[in-house]
C-alpha cells in the first residue's frame, strides 16, 4: 500500500467509476441513481477536488501494477458546529475490487486513512462516512471496523 499520487488520479478515477455502477444500479435513490452514469471526467474532477484539498489524502493498494483497492479522504470542519466537535475526518470513498474483497485489504486502507487523520495537528477524535441504506456488505464491513451509525438521512419528493 502506498499514498497515492497525482499520477494515480486517472487509475483512482477509473475505479471509483466501478463503485459508483455497484452502488447506483439498480437504485431507487434519487440521490444514487445517476451514480450509474458516473463519467470519468467527473469521478476525475471528484479526485482532483479532493486532493487539491489541503488536507485531502488518498491510499491505494495495487497487486501487479493494477489498483486494487483505494481509499480517499479529508479532514473537514465537523457538519454540525453545536456539538463541539471541531474536525473530523471524512472518508470520501472506500474500494476494493471484488476479486480481492475478504482478504483485509480494505481494513488496512481505513486503518492507513485513520493513522493519517491522528497524525494531523488538527485535533480529530471522530471520522465520519456515508453509505446507502440498502448497501448491507458496506454496513458490515463498516461494523466490523468498528464504526457506529448515529445519523440518518431522509428525503421526499415534491
Not at 488536507?55 to 483505494?70: P, R, S, T, Y
Not at 458546529?81 to 488496512?108: C, F, M, T, Y
Amino acid at each position: 500500500m502506498r499514498t497515492a499520487t497525482k499520477f494515480d488520479v486517472d487509475a483512482i478515477s477509473s475505479c471509483l467509476v466501478e463503485l459508483a455502477r455497484f452502488v447506483g444500479s439498480p437504485s431507487s435513490d434519487p440521490y444514487s441513481k445517476g451514480l450509474a452514469s458516473l463519467s470519468l471526467n467527473d469521478a476525475r474532477e471528484f479526485v482532483d477536488a479532493t486532493l487539491s484539498k489541503a488536507e485531502g489524502f488518498a491510499f491505494i493498494q495495487e497487486l501487479n501494477g493494477k489498483v486494487i483497492g483505494f481509499i480517499v479522504g479529508s479532514i473537514e470542519n465537523t457538519s454540525f458546529s453545536p456539538s463541539g466537535i471541531g474536525h473530523i475526518g471524512k472518508i470520501e470513498a472506500l474500494w476494493v475490487d471484488d476479486q480481492h474483497r475478504g482478504n483485509g485489504i480494505g481494513g488496512r486502507l481505513v486503518a492507513a486513512a485513520e493513522r493519517r487523520f491522528r497524525a494531523v495537528k488538527m485535533d480529530v477524535d471522530y471520522v465520519e462516512l456515508s453509505f446507502l441504506a440498502g448497501n448491507e456488505l458496506a454496513c458490515t464491513v463498516w461494523e466490523r471496523l468498528g464504526y457506529k451509525t448515529f445519523r440518518v438521512f431522509s428525503y421526499k419528493r415534491l
